[in-house]
């Protein structure tokens, strides 16, 4: 009896799976959803739910009609792209240009490529973007926690019944900085580190809180989901980057540690730049990998013309990964 079995490669020994990887890392993403529900409310439930729903059925009518493969919903990476998408946009959006962004997520940003583990960029930030450039009124009008603590606003400084809508920090700085005004005379009158970190201020749904986006990436950690090469890279790249600025001009440029915490760039580094399939797959290619992503999320946010930079530089590194997988291959064996 013929005992021996040749496969082709990958030859993984582990007991992780694709289906286990993706359901730890909607584990990980639910205490960024917990927070976006309290300070939100429905409307937070509502985007998620539109989202992962329409990201569901639109990849198995996909696979069922275009691909004409096996179903490939019960993995989770359509959930997870659905998560991802409702977390970086407005809890206001309306619900047909939710489905328009699964559309192009999953649509364009994924199946068009052949499906999971195929596709060069991160399907939630494909979709965000053509929302962005397509929608920039609706992607823009950004929802204040309608539960504040010390029950005055984060951003205006008026009670919670006073104001709805407003600006981001980061929009706010940006106006500040086009007019020559003195941010860091500004930053008195925006949140503090503490208010980042327990997610009291407006935003998008994954820009909330800055301990739940910790916590998750703690969790994936914790279970090998991810490495620490990506998020230490990207974070401490932006950081140095960051601090050069504002040593040179402390009156233009926002301190380091407001980089950090405004905006979405933990949910970039921790949840979207570690994207396995978008990513480098050597250490010092991931390295590289964060290192750009720092640099031009930074480039964007000071000298672009949008105030925030993460889905861009994410993109733009996601084209340069075949080449880093190029320059940093492991050495074979025996070579």
Known sequence: MNLLQVSGSPHVHTKDSTQKIMWTVIIALVPTLVFSIIYFGWDAARVTLISVAACVVLEWLFQKFFLKGKASIADGSAIITGLLLSFNVPSTLPFWIIIIGAIVSIGIGKMAFGGLGKNPFNPALVGRVFLLIS??????????????????????????????????????????????????????????????????????????????????????LARKVISWHIPTAFIGTAFVFASLLHLVNPSLYITPEYHILAGGLLLGAIFMATDMVTSPMSNWGKIIFGVGCGLLTIVIRVWGSYPEGVSFAILIMNGFVPLINKGFKPKRFGS
């Not at 504040?148 to 809508?165: E, M």
């Not at 106006?175 to 327990?198: D, I, R």
């Open 135 to 220: 929608f920039p009124k609706q992607m823009t009008n950004w929802a204040l926690p309608s539960h504040a603590f010390f029950g005055v606003n984060a951003i205006s400084g008026a009670t919670v019944a006073d104001a709805t809508t407003g600006a981001t920090p980061l929009a706010l700085i940006k106006q500040a900085m086009k007019e020559g005004q003195n941010v860091s005379e500004l930053m008195q009158n925006l949140p503090s580190y503490a208010q980042f970190l327990m997610g009291d201020r407006g935003g998008s749904l994954g820009e909330v809180a800055a301990i739940a986006i910790i916590l998750g990436g703690i969790f994936m």
